[in-house]
C-alpha cells in the first residue's frame, strides 16, 4: 500500500470480500531493505522500536563509515514485496547503534499514517 506520492504506508496482511488490512511501517514486525538514496548505503528499517517515538522509523545496519545526513531521503531497495524507490521516509538523525559496529538512521516516515483518507495497492510490478 503506497500513497499517491509513492510513499510506502505498508503491506496488506489480510484480504476480505470487501476489506484489506494493511500493516502500516511503522509495526515493529514488518522490516523493509532499504536504501539511504542520494548515498547508497543500504540497510533494513522498521518501527515501534522505541517507546518514546513510535511515529517514526528506524534504519538499521548501515556501514561505520556511513556519512548520512539529515533530511536525506530514504527509498526501498527493490525486492519480490516492494518495487524500487518507494519513498520510506527522511533522516531526522543519526548515531551509532548500542553495538557500536554499525550506524543507524532515525526516519519521519514519508507517509501521515495518521491522517491517510486514501493509499494505492500496488498490485504487480516487474521486480527485474
Given at each position: 500500500?503506497?500513497?499517491?506520492?509513492?510513499?510506502?504506508?505498508?503491506?496488506?496482511?489480510?484480504?476480505?470480500?470487501?476489506?484489506?488490512?494493511?500493516?502500516?511501517?511503522?509495526?515493529?514486525?514488518?522490516?523493509?531493505?532499504a536504501?539511504?538514496?542520494?548515498?547508497?548505503?543500504?540497510?533494513?528499517?522498521?518501527?515501534?522500536?522505541?517507546?518514546e517515538?513510535?511515529?517514526?522509523?528506524?534504519?538499521?545496519?548501515?556501514?561505520?563509515?556511513?556519512?548520512?545526513?539529515?533530511?536525506?531521503?530514504?527509498?526501498?531497495?527493490?525486492?519480490?514485496?516492494?518495487?524500487?524507490?518507494?519513498?520510506?521516509?527522511?533522516?531526522?538523525?543519526?548515531?551509532?547503534?548500542?553495538?557500536?559496529?554499525?550506524?543507524?538512521?532515525?526516519?519521519?516516515?514519508?507517509?501521515?499514517?495518521?491522517?491517510?483518507?486514501?493509499?494505492?495497492?500496488?498490485?504487480?510490478?516487474?521486480?527485474?
Open positions: 500500500a503506497i500513497t499517491a506520492n509513492g510513499a510506502v504506508v505498508g503491506l496488506i496482511t489480510e484480504v476480505g470480500t470487501n476489506y484489506s488490512v494493511v500493516k502500516t511501517v511503522l509495526d515493529s514486525s514488518l522490516e523493509i531493505s536504501t539511504i538514496a542520494g548515498a547508497g548505503y543500504n540497510g533494513i528499517v522498521k518501527g515501534g522500536y522505541a517507546d517515538s513510535p511515529d517514526k522509523l528506524r534504519m538499521n545496519y548501515l556501514p561505520n563509515t556511513a556519512t548520512i545526513h539529515i533530511k536525506d531521503q530514504v527509498v526501498t531497495t527493490g525486492s519480490t514485496v516492494y518495487p524500487r524507490n518507494l519513498i520510506l521516509g527522511h533522516v531526522i538523525d543519526a548515531g551509532f547503534d548500542e553495538s557500536g559496529v554499525a550506524k543507524f538512521a532515525l526516519l519521519e516516515p514519508a507517509a501521515d499514517i495518521g491522517s491517510l483518507e486514501q493509499v494505492f495497492i500496488v498490485m504487480d510490478y516487474n521486480a527485474g
